[in-house]
Nanobody, 115 residues
Framework: QIQLVESGGGLVQPGGSLELTCLAS????????LGWYRQAPGKPLNLVAE???????SYGDDVKGRLTISRDNAKNRVYLQMSSLKPEDTAVYYC?????????WGRGTQVTVSS
């Protein structure tokens, strides 16, 4: 079985920083993509960032330059470093794994950006 567990969310002021961590377990194929999605209140689920096994990255709208995704295959972890946070970044953040076309999701971690 494949399981994903997120951590690192919390309350932060606008302009602040956080780092999210996703720990993956099970038969993780290191070359397969890992990513982060988020869902703000009343809005659909959207891609934040994705990273391949050879560290190629892609990002969603309005996050480039502020959010950075990375992975550590030896530790089965994927990270999302967040800086210059805005209230619009408030959402539940979900870790995602694509296994040859099959999707796996974590339970999510809440990020709230507010003064």
């Amino acid at each position: 079985q494949i399981q994903l567990v997120e951590s690192g969310g919390g309350l932060v002021q606008p302009g602040g920083s956080l780092e999210l961590t996703c720990l993956a377990s099970g038969n993780i194929v290191s070359v397969n993509p890992l990513g982060w999605y988020r869902q703000a209140p009343g809005k659909p689920l959207n891609l934040v960032a994705e990273v391949t096994g050879d560290d190629r990255t892609s990002y969603g709208d309005d996050v480039k330059g502020r959010l950075t995704i990375s992975r550590d295959n030896a530790k089965n972890r994927v990270y999302l470093q967040m800086s210059s946070l805005k209230p619009e970044d408030t959402a539940v953040y979900y870790c995602h794994y694509n296994n040859f076309g099959d999707d796996y999701w974590g339970r999510g971690t809440q990020v709230t950006v507010s003064s």
